[in-house]
């Protein structure tokens, strides 16, 4: 989608078949799996599914055409890869016009190959960026022990699992759990996840923001 759509609930728009964009929006999704780089344009459409526009039907068709024009691209998985893991989270603060609540984007990488994704929008508002990044942090950690123990499965044990944060605030926050009660005021439990940073099932590292965060497709129209 465009960098410069503003996706809102558009009252005075022409409404669109329901069914319709509910269909295409289906399709849309089950093509997610195989698809990151369409993940956040399309979940952000599919907020609209209870009465669509012409503005929010526009922005599907145009995601459509995107799909056509790159059908030649995809993942790529070489054979023999690194089996080092790392998650990369990220979040764009009050990035919902509708609501101003954040989105949440976490990837996760095994060696060079991209094994698993999503874009969420956060269920609680965040007041400032690291309280986003915080909780884009946090998920990224239940990402992180899903997949260590999947590859327990397999045979394979890693010590830990870094995840790669360009928040320096959230970095501090996870590990002070201090400050948790004094600066967190989203209502979750805030403990675990420094308890696990302390007992190092993962680590959390400062991803520098100059750099092309990995999860940003995840986050922001691109």
Known sequence: MSTETKLMRDEEGESVD?????????????????????????????????????SHL????RIFRYIKGTTHLGLWYPKGSDIETIVYADSDHAGDYVDRKSTSGVCTFMGCCLTSWFSK?????????TEAEYVSARKACQQALWMK????????????????????????????????YELITLKFVITSFAVLVQ?????????????LTYADILTKPT
Do not use: W
């Not at 526009?58 to 068709?61: L, M, R, T």
């Not at 929008?121 to 960026?129: D, F, G, P, R, V």
């Not at 007992?199 to 750099?211: G, T, V, W």
């Open 18 to 54: 329901n069914t319709k964009y509910r269909g295409m929006i289906g399709s849309l999704l089950y093509l997610t799996a195989s698809r990151p780089d369409i993940m956040f344009s399309v979940c952000l459409c599919a907020r609209f599914q209870e009465d669509p526009k012409t």
């Open 58 to 61: 526009e922005v599907v068709k």
């Open 121 to 129: 929008k956060q269920t609680a508002l965040a007041i400032s960026t």
């Open 149 to 180: 123990q999947a590859l327990v499965d397999y045979g394979v044990r890693l010590d830990d699992i870094p995840i790669m944060c360009d928040n320096k605030g959230a970095i501090d926050l996870s590990k002070n759990p201090v400050q948790h």
């Open 199 to 211: 007992k190092r099932y993962i680590s959390i590292e400062k991803f520098s923001s100059l750099r």
